[in-house]
């Protein structure tokens, strides 16, 4: 399938495509929710959620096939940030080592502030994770940046999609960051649209894809409104 890499845009395709029609070193910062990948998981009990090592090397080796070409498209003073959970982190991590040059450089724990799901086996599950991939450009600042985020977030999910992350969490991804504005946000897994309205709030440019048809309407719907809303701001702002 062919693609136009056109900014501020959200498409319908399968991000291994869309990338493909992107050229080498064309954004800045990646940002996304792929799925944990505890479907892929071919010997479990129903009751048994943890993936075996089989099932953990094949889930890296599909996450290696789309970071291979993250890694291609991200320009040297880039990064990506992948949301996940401790069932899915050592996906990630496995799924690295099969890209050259590419690494874990971070790991966010984020604290939910609201208990959820667990085995009565287990503990409830009250955090995620966010791990990041820095490029040799890369660099932070600001050294008192903690690897510990707090960021309430519930049950519900406001705009429909069943793994939504909060807006002001992925905002502050993007923030943590530390890039001018106007840069470019690319999202492979683009659901609800979290990533896109979060880059257009701090004034920087967007792309980004999904397979399901229905979550780019949800995503465009989303754009579309912040659009309104930052426009009516801003000539609220002028009168």
Same mark, same amino acid.
């Given at each position: 399938?062919? =693609?136009?890499?056109?900014?501020?845009?959200?498409?319908?395709?399968?991000?291994?495509?869309?990338?493909?029609?992107?050229?080498?070193?064309?954004?800045?910062?990646?940002?996304?929710?792929?799925?944990?990948?505890?479907?892929?998981?071919?010997?479990?009990?129903?009751?048994?959620?943890?993936?075996?090592?089989?099932?953990?090397?094949?889930?890296?080796?599909?996450?290696?096939?789309?970071?291979?070409?993250?890694?291609?498209?991200?320009?040297?003073?880039?990064?990506?940030? @992948?949301?996940?959970?401790?069932?899915?982190?050592?996906?990630?991590?496995?799924?690295?080592?099969?890209?050259?040059?590419? =690494?874990?450089?971070?790991?966010?724990?984020?604290?939910?502030?609201? *208990?959820?799901?667990g085995s009565t086996r287990g503990l409830?599950?009250?955090?995620?994770?966010?791990?990041?991939?820095?490029?040799?450009?890369?660099?932070?600042?600001?050294?008192?940046?903690?690897?510990?985020?707090?960021?309430?977030?519930?049950?519900?999910? *406001?705009?429909?999609?069943?793994?939504?992350?909060?807006?002001?969490?992925?905002?502050?991804?993007?923030?943590?960051?530390?890039? *001018?504005?106007?840069?470019?946000?690319?999202?492979?897994?683009?659901?609800?649209?979290? @990533?896109?309205?979060?880059?257009?709030?701090?004034?920087?440019?967007?792309?980004?894809?999904?397979?399901?048809?229905?979550?780019?309407?949800?995503?465009?719907?989303?754009?579309?409104?912040?659009?309104?809303?930052?426009?009516?701001?801003?000539?609220?702002?002028?009168?």
């Amino acid at each position: 399938m062919d =693609f136009s890499f056109e900014l501020d845009t959200v498409v319908v395709g399968d991000c291994l495509d869309v990338m493909a029609g992107m050229p080498d070193g064309c954004v800045d910062l990646v940002v996304t929710d792929p799925p944990y990948s505890l479907a892929s998981a071919s010997s479990r009990r129903s009751s048994n959620k943890a993936m075996g090592w089989a099932d953990i090397n094949n889930a890296a080796k599909w996450f290696s096939l789309w970071y291979r070409e993250v890694w291609r498209i991200l320009k040297d003073t880039g990064a990506l940030w @992948t949301f996940c959970s401790w069932h899915s982190l050592p996906v990630v991590q496995c799924a690295t080592s099969y890209v050259s040059g590419m =690494f874990l450089t971070s790991v966010v724990v984020w604290d939910k502030q609201w *208990p959820g799901v667990g085995s009565t086996r287990g503990l409830r599950q009250n955090y995620e994770l966010i791990a990041m991939a820095a490029k040799s450009g890369f660099y932070i600042e600001d050294r008192s940046i903690s690897d510990i985020w707090s960021c309430k977030w519930t049950s519900a999910r *406001p705009n429909g999609h069943p793994a939504e992350k909060p807006e002001e969490l992925v905002s502050r991804t993007i923030a943590t960051s530390e890039m *001018p504005e106007n840069i470019i946000v690319f999202d492979p897994f683009i659901g609800s649209g979290t @990533t896109a309205v979060a880059a257009l709030k701090l004034n920087h440019h967007f792309y980004g894809c999904d397979v399901n048809p229905d979550y780019v309407r949800l995503a465009n719907a989303r754009i579309e409104k912040t659009r309104m809303e930052m426009s009516q701001m801003e000539l609220s702002l002028r009168t």
